[in-house]
Each structure stands twice: as structure tokens, then as C-alpha cells.
């Protein structure tokens, strides 16, 4: 049976890489996200910009809805 301080050193090391291939995994979805967003295919408009749109046509409802009485 394997000693409590070798086995606390190997769930170290497995949590260790745990957290490496969580920032590996992090990166690629960040990336890929950023990468559609700035895409321009053909005629249409720009998922950036149709994005920045939504948040603006969101804010000036929600500051509408806040103003009233």
C-alpha cells in the first residue's frame, strides 16, 4: 500500500495537469469563438457587428423601461 504522502504528491501532479489541459481547452473554444465572430461572409452582416447591435438595441430598451414613472 502505497504511503499517504506519495499518493498526496501524485493527486498533486494529476491536478497540475488537470489545470494545464483546462487552459489548453480555454484557448481553443476562446479562439474559435473569436475567430466566428470576425469572420465577414459575403453579403451578410458580421456576426461582430449584428452582436454590438443586439447590445445596443438591449441597453436602449433597458434604460427606457428604467425611466418610466
Not at 14 to 33: D, N, P
Not at 35 to 41: E, G, K, N, S, Y
Not at 44 to 49: L, N
Request: charge should be positive; glycine fraction near 4%; avoid cysteine.
Amino acid at each position: 500500500m502505497p504511503q499517504p504522502t506519495r499518493r498526496l504528491a501524485a493527486i498533486a501532479t494529476q491536478r497540475s495537469r488537470q489545470r494545464g489541459q483546462a487552459y489548453a481547452e480555454y484557448l481553443v473554444v476562446t479562439s474559435a469563438l473569436i475567430a466566428v465572430l470576425l469572420l465577414q461572409p459575403g453579403d451578410i452582416v458580421p456576426p461582430f457587428t449584428a452582436l454590438l447591435s443586439g447590445f445596443r438595441s438591449f441597453f436602449s430598451a433597458y434604460s427606457f423601461t428604467l425611466s418610466l414613472p
